[in-house]
Nanobody
Framework: QVQLVESGGGLVQAGGSLRLSCVASGRTFSNYAMGWFRQAPGKEREFVAV??????????ADLADSVKGRFTISRDNAKKVSLQMNSLKPEDTAVYYC???????????????WGQGTQVTVSS
């Protein structure tokens, strides 16, 4: 059974930082893209960042324009991905979901597996 388990969400003031992590289990993820989406109340789920594992500690990474320069995605190994979020803004408030799929796409429909989500709340 495939599982993606997120951790690290919480409440932080604007300008602060949080780090999210996601660990996958249940199958081989070395050929899979792993990334993050977020969904705020009343809005569609949107792409945040994605990685594609290449080998060893080498991986490809891509981020949404809205978070470039503030967020960093890292692939610790084939089964773990982290999202370092700095300079957080109130508009970053959302449920953040870890996702895994066969290609590093920005569309949520391209992902096969999803975590349960972790709440990030940024107060002004």
């Amino acid at each position: 059974q495939v599982q993606l388990v997120e951790s690290g969400g919480g409440l932080v003031q604007a300008g602060g930082s949080l780090r999210l992590s996601c660990v996958a289990s249940g199958r081989t993820f070395s050929n899979y893209a792993m990334g993050w989406f977020r969904q705020a109340p009343g809005k569609e789920r949107e792409f945040v960042a994605v990685t594609r594992w290449i080998r060893d500690s080498i991986y490809h990474a891509d981020l949404a324009d809205s978070v470039k320069g503030r967020f960093t995605i890292s692939r610790d190994n084939a089964k773990k991905v982290s999202l370092q979020m700095n300079s957080l803004k109130p508009e970053d408030t959302a449920v953040y979901y870890c996702a895994a799929g066969s290609r590093p796409a920005a569309s949520a429909t391209s992902y096969d597996y999803w975590g349960q989500g972790t709440q990030v709340t940024v107060s002004s």
